[in-house]
């Protein structure tokens, strides 16, 4: 199956401060990938839908202006946490989709962010 | 919009026996995913089931899709400590398969020696 690497795996930021998140898909060209977000004990939320070239989706209730995605090449799309605080703290994870009818999902390990 | 309850919440088996997991959909499901999660990890995919009536087996684990194609069960046999862990349902909301996976609130399955 596809790859799909993540990265950092775990990051511990200062509040106020901003935090980047990659996801690359290495083996295939995704132009289109997806933002998770999991809080403990709790269920993956789609956060926004990456589009290489274009602007993301977001899903309802999700501030496009704290978490900037910028999908700039078919590889890679990044993920920022702005102004980060410790509410954000949780595990965000990427996804990506390929296959014939893009019928094969696959993730990221996840980062795991923690704001202090 | 579409959404995805599993159940139960939490399952604590003795090891060695049998469990299933239900997804339900309050729509058609147009592709039904399963994965497995531990804690803080990626998310490992099991199966991926599509059309309804269809079922799908993978070592101890096999997953079907009712006629309706709004339910779908995991069942694990003769359960082993590997198997612990978070499996969550996923669905795309929508026909469009070329589209965003929403997930079940997901099922804790602990293991007991």
């Known amino acids: 199956g596809a790859v799909v690497s993540q990265h950092p795996s775990w990051v511990i930021c200062k509040s106020g401060t901003s935090v980047k998140i990659e996801c690359r898909s290495l083996d295939f060209q995704a132009t289109t990938m997806f933002w998770y977000r999991q809080f403990p004990k709790q269920s993956l939320m789609l956060m926004a839908t990456?589009?290489?070239?274009?602007?993301?989706?977001?899903e309802q209730g999700v501030e496009k202006d704290k978490f900037l995605i910028n999908h700039a090449s078919l590889t890679l799309s990044t993920l920022t946490v702005t102004s980060a605080h410790p509410e954000d703290s949780s595990f965000y994870i990427c996804?990506?989709?390929?296959?014939?009818?893009?019928?094969?999902?696959?993730f990221g390990q996840g980062t795991r962010l923690t704001v202090v | 919009s579409q959404e995805l309850e599993q159940s139960p919440q939490s399952l604590i088996v003795q090891e060695g026996k049998n469990l299933t997991i239900n997804c339900t959909s309050s729509?058609?499901?147009?592709?039904l995913y399963w994965y497995k999660q531990k804690y803080g990890e990626g998310l490992i995919f099991l199966m991926m089931l599509q059309k309804g009536g269809e079922e799908k087996s993978h070592e101890k684990i096999t997953a079907k899709l009712d006629e309706k194609k709004q339910q779908s069960s995991l069942h694990i046999t003769a359960s082993q400590p590997s198997h612990a862990g978070i499996y969550l349902c996923?669905?795309?909301?929508?026909?469009?398969?070329?589209?965003?996976?929403?997930f079940g609130s997901g099922t804790r399955l602990s293991i007991r020696p």
């Open positions: 996923g669905a795309h909301p929508g026909y469009s398969s070329a589209s965003k996976i929403i």
């Open positions: 729509k058609t499901l147009y592709g």
């Open positions: 996804s990506v989709l390929t296959g014939l009818e893009n019928t094969e999902a696959f």
């Open positions: 990456s589009n290489e070239g274009s602007k993301a989706t977001y």
